[in-house]
């Protein structure tokens, strides 16, 4: 057992709390959304034995929801950075493939063990992405998934027809959240990097991760309503796509294969 290895077995479950914490200071309603997705997964797999494609599943939250749900499940996780997949593969400890992979290029499916997974489920990631290759890869998604199987994007969607309410629902969440940065209830985005970066042993780590993301991310955040991910998704090839679940300025669209 290596020195990284060893560390993060004894300390798995503080980082993963920890990341949860930082999270749920952004989204809330976190558990309600996976829990929507999660409902979604029973829905298209009745014996309970789903094959499951965390996608861009960072420490794998969904991943381990989901196996708490389904314990037979088989499980994929992917996701580029290196910090988030070293405590995602700790947290599940051997329960769940871990997969290293740039979803912003096409050839992120070779790293997959599987081509027809039951269901592929992603939360509050893809925003980094550019429209075209966003549009792109609801389309490689398409293709890994079996016929009938399930996609659900959860994010930052918000409604068209409510722009002046989702301004006061997005100032208020603002400001409850500044409240508990305030109080040491949760850390902030950036405060929750610096303990990694200031750990001796993940620091290296977050060293590769600065190397893949040199301004944070890719590119800047974007976050078009549901309608133009929904169309996406029907010109990607699935075969119907609506709206799973909404909680003011966030939803989940789902698509059936």
Known sequence: MTDMTHYLAGVADAWQESWDRQQEAYLPDREHRI??????????????????????????????RALARFPSAQVTVVDQ????????????????????ADLSRPSWTDALPHRDYDAVLTATALHWLEPERLGGLYGEIRGVLRAGGLFVNADHMPDQGLPELTKKLLTTADVRRE????????LSWGDWWTRVAADPLLAPLYAEREKIYPTGHGSAEWTPPADWHLAALRAAGFTEAGLLWRDGADAAVAALA
């Open 81 to 100: 950075d290196p910090v988030l997949l070293a405590l995602a593969g700790a947290a599940l400890d051997g329960r769940a493939r871990i997969v290293g």
């Open 35 to 64: 829990a929507a997705l999660l409902d979604a997964v029973a829905a298209v797999t009745p014996d309970g034995r789903p094959r499951l494609l965390d996608l861009a599943g960072g420490t794998g939250a969904i991943a381990l």
């Open 179 to 186: 409240a508990r940065y305030a109080t040491g209830a949760a």
